[in-house]
């Protein structure tokens, strides 16, 4: 397989596996309010998740996370002011009869069944206990509500749920006779984490190197172009040969069906989301990662390496391959491998940032919109995309589909790997911010050609296009974050705010400047004849 059709894979890989997620939280996410459980008098408390410290004879020990009830008083939000108070294990467990344990003051944890939840906390409250920890009988949270019957509650103490195996290790404490005490609160998360700002320069650092790669790439050929035509007539076709093989141009056609195939792609990562399928795209994200890096790295180090970049061995299969991609090769598999083996230890995000900005950067290099029509077309199917897969599928599916495959909700993993991802630094509840590679890759085909246009027009850089599409996406980005926070944390998508700025900008200023018509459908502007064409042009005039 040649290196134009490989790299071609490449981008198909990443544009159908594209998630346009931009920031979300994979552990700890707070519940928030829900439709289907309306509120009522003394049943309107929103779903929070609550920590459960716990201390065993004194001394600090296991923290679980629960979640808040509907109803009870709300929780503590700080650390500090949230009480330490002695556990006790229900005797009925299912506290629906009032408890033969006497209780001063101390939080009684009860098993769920035989009776509501308002009900248990009412007897638990009669007992004269300060809380209820019910534990469910699966591993999942779950939503505690009132029931449709219910009016005017009068339950003054916080209510929390626990997952089953929380509530196995709690009671395996309390069965060794020791002192059990917890602590319930409920921090808030900060308005603005730093993981945020760290994003938002790696998406656009990401496009800025391969705006200038994509941008350099396009002069040199067009520099050895007008060589090869300077040497003599006949060898103009060997001149379009480099250029052609290395680069994939998307036509309008491919740019409408990108929508549909990755529509029924994230269908099936959807319907299959499990722990084999993402173990299936942690391989093609491997392979996928390591020809990006590999292209990278050869890229930069022939700079210094010229001679073994241009030397080259013939290779089974591979076909002829230069010296140094074969010692560059070995590394890039090297570092894959041991990323996907450890890569949910607590730094293994580092690993697959470098992976895939490696890979973002090759495809942004390689795939190129030839104008600016194919570029609006292609933005303005991504852009329907996002909406309907993050919003309108929540109709049809009774979820946002974009959000569950994002965050691998049904695979037991922390989602799929063609994501971004930073941890949340000054987040009490942890978990990641993240970025679909859709939010940086389709955006930065266009602003990749805005530069490569720029230097074929020998335009200046404020004169130009680039630095207003630069601008226009990191604005464009940062009013998603702003959206992000404004919503509660709910996932937002990218290019909805993204696309009408980056590409409103760029058909605002052409039809400013009087170069739509060009942008639309040539792309690069006309270049001056050079005088060995215009000699070849007069022969050919006074041979007629």
């Not at 529509?263 to 020809?291: A, H, N, T």
């Not at 293994?348 to 029509?373: C, F, H, M, S, Y």
């Not at 009774?398 to 799929?416: K, L």
């Not at 980056?502 to 001056?528: A, M, N, S, V, Y």
Request: contains cysteine; hydrophobic residues 50%; glycine residues 6%.
């Amino acid at each position: 397989m040649d290196l134009q059709r490989l790299c071609g894979l490449v981008f198909v890989s990443a544009l159908i596996l594209l998630v346009s997620e931009p920031s979300s939280v994979t552990a700890g996410d707070i519940v928030h309010d829900d439709d289907s459980a309306p509120k009522k008098p003394g049943c309107e408390n929103n779903f929070v998740l609550v920590k459960v410290q716990t201390w065993v004879d004194g001394v600090e020990a296991n923290e679980f996370v629960g979640v808040g009830a509907r109803f009870g008083t709300t929780i503590e939000s700080k650390e500090k002011k949230a009480q330490q108070t002695r556990l006790i294990l229900s005797n009925p467990r299912d506290c629906c009869n009032k408890p033969k344990n006497k209780l001063a003051g101390d939080v009684i944890m009860v098993d769920r069944g035989h009776c509501k939840f308002t009900t248990k906390a009412n007897i638990a409250q009669e007992a004269n206990a300060s809380a209820v920890l019910i534990v469910n009988n699966q591993k999942e949270l779950y939503k505690m509500v009132c029931e449709p019957d219910e009016t005017a509650l009068d339950i003054h103490i916080p209510a929390v749920m626990l997952p089953q195996d929380a509530g196995a290790t709690l009671e395996k404490m309390l069965m060794n006779n020791s002192l059990v005490s917890v602590q319930l609160y409920s921090p808030q998360r900060p308005v603005v984490d730093i993981a945020e700002v760290f994003l938002w320069l790696m998406a656009v650092g990401t496009i800025l190197c391969a705006s200038y790669w994509s941008a350099w790439s396009a002069r040199e050929a067009s520099i050895e172009q007008d060589k090869l035509l300077k040497d003599a007539s006949d060898e103009i076709p060997s001149a379009k040969a480099p250029l052609g093989a290395s680069v994939v141009d998307i036509s309008t056609t491919s740019a409408v069906l990108f929508v549909i195939i990755a529509s029924c792609f994230l269908v099936i990562l959807y319907k299959l989301m499990s722990g084999w399928f993402v173990e299936l795209l942690v391989v093609l994200f491997c392979i996928g990662g390591v020809e990006g890096l590999q292209t990278c790295l050869v890229a930069l180090l022939s700079r210094w390496f010229k001679r073994t970049g241009e030397s080259y061995i013939k290779v089974p299969i591979l076909g002829a391959v230069s010296y140094l991609t074969l010692a560059v090769s070995p590394f890039c598999i090297a570092f894959a491998v041991l990323w996907a083996v450890f890569r949910n230890i607590s730094f293994a995000w580092i690993g697959q940032d470098i992976l895939g900005i490696a890979l973002i950067i090759t495809v942004l290099q390689i795939v190129r919109i030839p104008n600016l029509k194919v570029g609006t077309v292609l933005l303005s199917c991504a852009f329907l995309y996002d909406i309907f897969w993050v919003f309108v599928s929540k109709k049809l599916f009774h979820e946002s589909v974009m959000i569950v495959v994002a965050r691998g909700d049904r695979s037991g993993e922390d989602g799929i790997p063609m994501l971004l991802k930073i941890p949340r630094m000054f987040d009490p509840w942890g978990g990641f911010s993240i970025i679909g590679f859709g939010d940086i890759l389709l955006p930065g085909l266009l602003v990749a050609f805005s530069l490569r246009y720029d230097w074929l027009a020998n335009k200046a850089l404020r004169a130009g296009y680039f630095l207003w599409a630069m601008m226009a996406y990191g604005l464009g980005l940062l009013i998603t974050y702003v959206a992000l926070n404004l919503m509660d944390g709910h996932g937002q998508p990218a290019l909805l705010y993204i696309v009408p700025f980056t590409l409103g900008t760029f058909l605002t200023l052409g039809k400013k400047r009087g170069d739509l018509q060009i942008l639309w459908c040539r792309g690069e502007p006309e270049r001056p004849c050079s005088h060995i064409e215009l000699e070849q042009s007069q022969e050919l005039d006074e041979t007629k």
